[in-house]
DNA sequence: CAGCTCTTTTGAACACGTTCAAAGAACGAA
DNA sequence: TTCGTTCTTTGAACGTGTTCAAAAGAGCTG
């Protein structure tokens, strides 16, 4: 939380090594690698295994072969274990979702997909990421899926809704202005859509699934009426608030505001 | 979070003493009860002068001139020291507000003025807050804002939001079935602004106020406009899927589903 | 090989939240 | 008073996440 500007031993060891686009990565020295994957891997295992909480960091270095420091050298905080596992559950999470969709055209269709296919990459860690979604709301962590450091996922989740929406009959029927803002009201959704699943506890998160079941038609007509002459004034109010106070919040356009500059606060 | 069924030394002491709805509690013993608030209060200023994580229960013991198992004794844990904070909160919020709409009858105006009313009333526990959001994020923790175990707090702030309609010119014109439902919503609508003000780093929350403004006349606008024909059909859809999945949620009648019975998880 | 620098690894030590057996206080009954 | 019972208080001790000075490698130049 803080401290975020702490002297780091080495320059930037593993946390933020790039795991550039194509694919593999640089193998720099390899051994690095190498270890920071094998203290990641066990620390997902276990935390699959006994939940986030009955982890501790020196059952996870045990289990790795390492010393607790060593963990401490390749991933800053306990929390940053878990970076790991959204970035990784994000992309499998796209593949699968848009696996899924090939050849559904129908827009409320597509998003139902896209929803249910989280639900199934998400299930096995529901009550790891119960103890993680604590973690996530805090405002000064790097992992809140707000925060506007790092998290290239938040990106790859909107590009998957933006192909849930372009892939489907829907699109070339709204106006442009609009197309623009849905993918990241999708994701929003989505957001909802895990608030609920994490405090879900029916079995199998069926209620959750119920949920998703109900509400992307909704979704879907509201979108779909949007274009109609009535609804009109109400659509332009609700664009602007959206543009102006909510997408600037989740990193999106960095706010042409002057007068809320620099926040910089605590020491 | 776990051994939630510890056995208690003395027979549930302080935490959950009845502070019956007339007012005064039964003094009983009386010294008790000063500890106990002794020790609250304290924490209280220490929690406000140095932020949660930075107050630790050795110093909230010492300023109190008690021993950290004292403290204990009348609270389970540190983060049950807050509860207190977020009923008093509660409280001075909802005479706060029903104060300042005093004579008001634009509904706008009058949620508008409520929801100003909590952030003055929160506004110098800001930083201390953002901490204490991420406690009552977690689902298995009792302060979690949809908790359906005690929280007599979320009444007090319903109760408050239906004053906002009831006392407002728009309230005659709504059927009923709406109108129940309103109260909630427009918690939630609080809720939300929770959350954009325990993120927002601007001076003075100044960002999060311009967010009031602008968010209220447009939810009176979105209220009003419901009562048209033209959006019948999807006022409909929307009440059916609150109804059905969003107030059970947060406490709402238990919901009359068999199927999704008692999941009882966790040791 | 020696010497140097940078990266990686170690584990003891620290501060914290929490627990618990034991001691003390309060108070009525005998 | 003296005992017995219950409520209250204590502080050492435990397990945790985290830090840090120091050691060990790794790779280089001479």
Redesign the pocket.
Known sequence: MN?AA?PA???E?GAAAEELPGGRARP??G??EQ?RTLILDTAMRLFQERGY?K????AIAKEA??????A???F????FLIQGFYDLMTHAHALDATARMEGVRDFAGRLQISLESWLDCAAEYHEFAAQFFRTAADPDSSLSPFSNESHPARTTAVALFRDVLTGSDLAPKLDTELAELLPDLLWLHLMVVVLYWVFDRTPDTARTREFVRRSTPFAARVISLSRYRAFRPLVRDATGLIQEFILPTIGKSPLPSAEYGAGRRRS
Chains 1, 2 share one sequence.
Not at 65 to 70: A, C, E, F
Request: proline share 10%; charged share 25%.
């Open positions: 401290s702490a031993p080495g320059p060891p720099k020295t051994k690095s270890t909480d982890t501790t960091m020196r072969g390492v010393s607790v420091g060593n401490y050298y390749y800053e905080s306990k929390e």
